[in-house]
């Protein structure tokens, strides 16, 4: 029973913040794929911040729930990528790096908001502020995460998007090309690595969110 309680406790703050940052990640991606010029997401009803919308019931619910249970170093979840045409942006190239950044910075964004309302939650009733100070707490480190796990450089994730949309044409075609095998990159790199004794995940991903997330408390004095 106690385990059962304290997982419905861990569960009860990670919930809402796992949602929310997956959510407003991908909502971020169709409004500005809409603002320049690509209503595909729109006409999916992917501009909402309905998480229903955005859910994949692997990646937002399953995948969070085995690494909450099976105790992993880090909690980790994705919402249903939101479709983009590239070919409908007024300008293809530079329009969708724009759209590459929206995600990562909706999550920066929310990762600074969770600061600010973190501030404000210590003025809260004890009964209440004890709960929230922990959701704040992990929207702000899980946020952080999620922005700096997208921009690495691989495709399909954000950051190998962007470095298609700079690199010239002949360099992002062959880039591109890459994303057939992104999932396997990755997968060698969060797992595999580790095993042969090489932390690249760590130093590309673990170091930078803790030295973002660093900056955030320092920001508003935490």
């Not at 990646?59 to 249970?69: A, E, F, K, N, R």
């Not at 300008?91 to 929206?102: F, G, Q, S, T």
């Not at 962007?162 to 062959?174: D, E, R």
């Amino acid at each position: 029973m106690g385990d059962l309680s304290n997982f419905v406790q861990t569960l009860s703050v990670w919930a809402l913040p796992v949602l929310l940052a997956v959510t407003l990640h991908e909502a971020a991606h169709g409004y500005v794929a809409y603002r320049l010029g690509d209503d595909t997401a729109a006409r999916a009803g992917r501009l909402t911040l309905n998480p229903l919308a955005h859910v994949d019931p692997f990646g937002t619910i399953l995948l969070p729930l085995m690494l909450l249970v099976f105790n992993a170093p880090f909690l980790f979840g994705y919402a249903k990528p939101v479709p983009v045409r590239i070919a409908r942006l007024r300008n293809p190239k530079r329009d969708m790096i724009w759209v590459a950044l929206a995600g990562p910075g909706a999550n920066i964004a929310l990762a600074l908001a969770s600061g600010f309302l973190l501030v404000l939650a210590q003025f809260m009733p004890g009964f209440l502020s004890g709960w929230l100070f922990e959701v704040l707490q992990i929207s702000m480190i899980f946020n952080c995460l999620i922005a700096v796990f997208n921009m690495l450089p691989i495709p399909p994730l954000d950051g190998g998007r962007v470095l298609t949309g700079l690199l010239p044409g002949p360099a992002a075609m062959k880039f591109a090309q890459i994303e057939p095998y992104g999932l396997l990159i990755l997968i060698g790199a969060i797992f595999v690595l580790p095993m042969l004794g090489f932390s690249l995940f760590s130093h590309l991903v673990v170091t930078p969110t803790l030295i973002l997330y660093s900056l955030i408390r320092m920001l508003f004095g935490l």
